[in-house]
């Protein structure tokens, strides 16, 4: 990006790939077709870039194209998979599965079919931001039908064992839908492999446009069938009614191709650039520690606590030139701690001290080194002012007082 500000949250959304943009264009006035029109050579030349896009998506996860639905983006699919699986099975049994470090799409919904009369257990994680597999196989019940797991986690990157899961679930007969809206088009993603059922993700997370996502849902062995939770013209096999978003479907196929072609060679560049940050971050500077795993975790990611230093604080220093993204939750009238860092079992002091640095495709070498330099800089001069610092460094820990 052309640009002299530092863009370094590209897990709350990444720039639209030009060569996304391109293929994007002529679909908004030289190709206005609706997908569903099968009278006339429009509607064709849309239902033609839409199949297109549909297959590139399903290479891309090595599925079918029949099992893409595509919706507005991923809290809709996230909605679909949760909603639409309860409304139809919840004769079978009302049980479902999940974990507090999942993305508020999933645990509001969960909250919600809670009030329907569904029963929810949310599995706790260790420190390393991981579930434990025994525990989950414990917490099946003969009423459950669904775990929902997410692939990679939004704010720490950590990834679940996802094939464990899979077979665990599929010991047991019951469905497994996952959030791989951080990890689809980052590392390889593929549901059959994994024993994944149903899948949410999202374009403008792969370098795609925003408001265009999908729901993988499994086609064969087994069939999953939704109940759909948009009524209307009956599109996207009566899952997902709605006039299709041609251009946004055409950049996400496109966004979806560059990811199987460049990831690979995408995710070593990066995991080169954000080791690097993190080990000069750690020389340059005392009592900072990273949150979640450092072995399963995705390679463009890390999230890192300054002890004693707050982290919208500490963002305010550079926030001019540079967008991070701290371990704060923007509530209605205050800052809460992030609840995925409460989860890894971070005090309420050591969650607000988090700094969340996700890279990505346009980050240089340059960026990072300002960035090093941009956070080493605030880090020093906010613990330069502190009289708390100044008392942890004379060995009184405010932390054991309470
Ligand atoms: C961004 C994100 C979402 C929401 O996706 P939208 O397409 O913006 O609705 C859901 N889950 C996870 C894990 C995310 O990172």
Redesign the pocket.
Known sequence: MKNTRIYLDN???TPCDPRVIEAMLPYFYEKPGNAASRNHPFGWEAEEAVDQARQQIARLLQADSKEIVFT???????NLALKGIFELYRRKGQHIISVTT?????LDTCKHLEKLGASITLLEVSTDGLIDLGQLEAAIRPDTILVSV?????ETGVIQPMAAIGEICARHGIFFFS????AVGKIPCHPRENGIHLM??????MYGP????ALYVSNQNPRVKLAAQMDGGGHERGMRSGTLNVPGIVGFGKAAALAGEEMQEEAKRLGRLRDHFESVVRAQLEEVYINGSTRHRMPHVTNLSFRHVEGETLMMTFNQTMAVSSGSACTSASLDPSHVLVALGLSDDMAHAALRISLGRFTTAEDVERAIEAIAKGVRQLRAESPVWEMFKDGIDLESIG
């Open positions: 897990n709350a959304t507005s983006g991923a809290t809709e699919a996230d999942e993305h508020k799409a999933v997410m692939w990679a986690n939004n959030d791989a809206t951080q949410a993700f999202s374009a403008h997370k925003k408001g265009v996502g």
